[in-house]
C-alpha cells in the first residue's frame, strides 16, 4: 500500500515539476502515535493514529480494527486520506488510525474496553477542530458511540463532532451508512454519461457494506445497468442479470451467497476476467496486480476498495485500453458525508436523507467532472489527473488550464 502512494505521488511530482520539499510535504505525516494499549485482562495490542496533513482544516480519517494494520499501512491511508479531502473541496485534512486485532475474537466487554482505551491515550491529540476520526475496516457506529462517549467523559466536549459514523441516536448523519456505496455510483454514473455509454454491464467484488450499496443504489436509479457478476469473501457468483437488491437481502439473511437463484458459481479469477463495461473493486486492496492485470477485459475498473490495483497493473491495464477509476475519487462518498455529520454537528441541526444525497451526488459529480476535464486537458489517465488535481488543491498550486 505504502509503495502504491509513494509511486503515484513522485509520478504526479514529475508532472507537476514540485521541489524535493514539496514531494517530501506529501510523503512525510505531521506526527504519528505509535502506542500500545493493554486490557485489563493483559491481552495486549499495538495502535497507531497518523495525523499527515491538516494544512486545509482538522485530520480525518478512519479506525481499522484488523490484525494486518501496521504503521506502514495506517501512513498510506492518511496520505491518501488528504487526497480524498483536496480533492473533493472539503475544509479537511487526511488522519489514519488502527489497532492491530482481530475484533472477532474479543468480547464485547473486551472490544469496549480496547475502543475506550485507544481514545483515552489519542484524547489530547483529537477533538472537532484538531483530528475527527470515524469507523473503517471492522469497526461501526458502535465502537464509534463507546470513543465519543470516552471523549466526552475525558474532555467534556458535547458537540459529539469529536468522531463521526455515529449512530443517528448519538449525533449521527443520514445516509451516513449508504454514503461510499453511493458516491462511487454517482462517480461511475457521470463517468458513463461523459463516454455516452448507456448500455452497462458490471462485475462486483465484494458485497460488503460499500459493495451492496454500490449495487443497490445502481439497481434504484439505474435499472437497466446489469450486474452480471458478484462475489463475496467466500464465493463467486454469474448470471446475465442479477437482482442486485434480492442479492444483497439473501446475503444479509443468510451471510453467503452460494446458493443464490438463477446463478451460477464461478472463480474469483474468472470474475476478473469478466467482459464487463466496469469492474467494481470493493474488497481488498492488491487485488489487480502485474501478474492477471493482462486477463482484465473490463472497459473500466472502479475502485471501491483502498488500492485495488497496484501501481504497475495500472500501466499495464491503461495500455490495454482499461482505464482505472482511483479509490480516491471513487470511494470518497463517505467522508464527504461525514464532514456533513460534523458540520451538523458543530451547527446543532439534523439534515434529512434527501438534503445528505443531494448536497452528496453533487459533490461527487463536481469532483469527478473535475478529473474527467483534466485528464482530457493534460492527456492523462483518471488516476493520473485525480492524483495531480488532488496534489495541487492540498499544495495550493495552480491547476493547468
Same mark, same amino acid.
Given at each position: 500500500m505504502h509503495t502504491t502512494v509513494t509511486y503515484f505521488l513522485q509520478e504526479s511530482a514529475k508532472? #507537476? &515539476? #514540485?521541489s524535493d520539499q514539496q514531494l517530501n510535504k506529501l510523503l512525510t505525516p505531521n506526527k504519528v502515535h505509535e502506542f500500545t494499549i493493554t486490557l485489563n485482562n493483559g491481552k495486549c495490542f499495538q495502535a497507531y493514529r497518523s495525523q499527515h496533513n491538516n494544512d486545509r482544516g482538522p485530520y480525518k480519517g478512519g479506525i481499522r480494527?484488523?490484525?494486518d494494520v501496521t504503521r506502514s499501512e495506517v501512513v498510506? $491511508? *492518511? /496520505? #491518501?486520506?488528504?487526497?480524498?479531502?483536496? $480533492? $473533493?473541496d472539503l475544509p479537511l485534512g487526511g488522519g489514519k488510525g488502527g489497532i492491530a486485532v482481530d475484533p472477532k475474537q474479543l468480547t464485547t466487554h473486551e472490544l469496549e474496553e480496547l475502543s475506550r482505551k485507544y481514545v483515552a491515550y489519542l484524547s489530547p491529540y483529537i477533538g472537532p477542530q484538531q483530528d /475527527? @476520526?470515524? @469507523?473503517? !475496516? =471492522?469497526?461501526? *457506529? =458502535?465502537i464509534i458511540d463507546w470513543m465519543t462517549d470516552e471523549y466526552h467523559k475525558i474532555t467534556g466536549d458535547t458537540s459529539g463532532a469529536s468522531f463521526t459514523g455515529k449512530s443517528l441516536k448519538k449525533g449521527g448523519s443520514n445516509g451516513r451508512e449508504a454514503a461510499t456505496g453511493r458516491g462511487g455510483f454517482i462517480v461511475a454514473q457521470t463517468i458513463m454519461q461523459s463516454n455516452n455509454i448507456t448500455d452497462v454491464s458490471y462485475g462486483l467484488q465484494g458485497l460488503g457494506n460499500v459493495g451492496s450499496f454500490f449495487a443497490t443504489e445502481a439497481s434504484t436509479l439505474q435499472p437497466r445497468w446489469q450486474l452480471q457478476a458478484a462475489s463475496d469473501s467466500k464465493t463467486a457468483i454469474s448470471s446475465k442479470d442479477i437482482d442486485a437488491k434480492s442479492l444483497v437481502a439473501y446475503k444479509k439473511h443468510n451471510q453467503k451467497i452460494a446458493g443464490f437463484p438463477n446463478t451460477e458459481e464461478i472463480s474469483g479469477s474468472q470474475l476478473i476476467r469478466g467482459e464487463y463495461t466496469m469492474l467494481v473493486l470493493a474488497a481488498l486492496g492488491n487485488v489487480i496486480t502485474p501478474a492477471n492485470a493482462s486477463v482484465v477485459r473490463a472497459r473500466f475498473i472502479i475502485e471501491l476498495a483502498n488500492g485495488p490495483v497496484t501501481d504497475k497493473a495500472t500501466d499495464i491495464l491503461f495500455q490495454q485500453g482499461t482505464e482505472v477509476v482511483p479509490d480516491i475519487l471513487a470511494n470518497? &462518498? &463517505? !467522508?464527504?458525508v461525514s464532514y456533513y455529520e460534523w458540520l451538523q454537528n458543530m451547527q446543532k441541526k439534523r439534515w434529512t436523507h434527501e438534503d445528505v444525497n443531494t448536497k452528496l451526488d453533487a459533490t461527487m459529480t463536481q469532483a469527478t467532472v473535475d478529473v474527467l476535464d483534466y485528464a482530457k486537458l493534460t492527456k492523462t489517465t483518471l488516476k493520473q489527473a485525480a492524483f495531480d488535481v488532488a496534489v495541487c488543491k492540498l499544495l495550493d498550486l495552480p491547476l493547468r488550464k
Amino acid at each position: 500500500m505504502h509503495t502504491t502512494v509513494t509511486y503515484f505521488l513522485q509520478e504526479s511530482a514529475k508532472r #507537476l &515539476g #514540485l521541489s524535493d520539499q514539496q514531494l517530501n510535504k506529501l510523503l512525510t505525516p505531521n506526527k504519528v502515535h505509535e502506542f500500545t494499549i493493554t486490557l485489563n485482562n493483559g491481552k495486549c495490542f499495538q495502535a497507531y493514529r497518523s495525523q499527515h496533513n491538516n494544512d486545509r482544516g482538522p485530520y480525518k480519517g478512519g479506525i481499522r480494527f484488523h490484525p494486518d494494520v501496521t504503521r506502514s499501512e495506517v501512513v498510506a $491511508l *492518511s /496520505i #491518501l486520506m488528504s487526497l480524498k479531502t483536496a $480533492l $473533493l473541496d472539503l475544509p479537511l485534512g487526511g488522519g489514519k488510525g488502527g489497532i492491530a486485532v482481530d475484533p472477532k475474537q474479543l468480547t464485547t466487554h473486551e472490544l469496549e474496553e480496547l475502543s475506550r482505551k485507544y481514545v483515552a491515550y489519542l484524547s489530547p491529540y483529537i477533538g472537532p477542530q484538531q483530528d /475527527i @476520526p470515524a @469507523p473503517d !475496516v =471492522q469497526t461501526n *457506529s =458502535q465502537i464509534i458511540d463507546w470513543m465519543t462517549d470516552e471523549y466526552h467523559k475525558i474532555t467534556g466536549d458535547t458537540s459529539g463532532a469529536s468522531f463521526t459514523g455515529k449512530s443517528l441516536k448519538k449525533g449521527g448523519s443520514n445516509g451516513r451508512e449508504a454514503a461510499t456505496g453511493r458516491g462511487g455510483f454517482i462517480v461511475a454514473q457521470t463517468i458513463m454519461q461523459s463516454n455516452n455509454i448507456t448500455d452497462v454491464s458490471y462485475g462486483l467484488q465484494g458485497l460488503g457494506n460499500v459493495g451492496s450499496f454500490f449495487a443497490t443504489e445502481a439497481s434504484t436509479l439505474q435499472p437497466r445497468w446489469q450486474l452480471q457478476a458478484a462475489s463475496d469473501s467466500k464465493t463467486a457468483i454469474s448470471s446475465k442479470d442479477i437482482d442486485a437488491k434480492s442479492l444483497v437481502a439473501y446475503k444479509k439473511h443468510n451471510q453467503k451467497i452460494a446458493g443464490f437463484p438463477n446463478t451460477e458459481e464461478i472463480s474469483g479469477s474468472q470474475l476478473i476476467r469478466g467482459e464487463y463495461t466496469m469492474l467494481v473493486l470493493a474488497a481488498l486492496g492488491n487485488v489487480i496486480t502485474p501478474a492477471n492485470a493482462s486477463v482484465v477485459r473490463a472497459r473500466f475498473i472502479i475502485e471501491l476498495a483502498n488500492g485495488p490495483v497496484t501501481d504497475k497493473a495500472t500501466d499495464i491495464l491503461f495500455q490495454q485500453g482499461t482505464e482505472v477509476v482511483p479509490d480516491i475519487l471513487a470511494n470518497a &462518498g &463517505g !467522508v464527504v458525508v461525514s464532514y456533513y455529520e460534523w458540520l451538523q454537528n458543530m451547527q446543532k441541526k439534523r439534515w434529512t436523507h434527501e438534503d445528505v444525497n443531494t448536497k452528496l451526488d453533487a459533490t461527487m459529480t463536481q469532483a469527478t467532472v473535475d478529473v474527467l476535464d483534466y485528464a482530457k486537458l493534460t492527456k492523462t489517465t483518471l488516476k493520473q489527473a485525480a492524483f495531480d488535481v488532488a496534489v495541487c488543491k492540498l499544495l495550493d498550486l495552480p491547476l493547468r488550464k
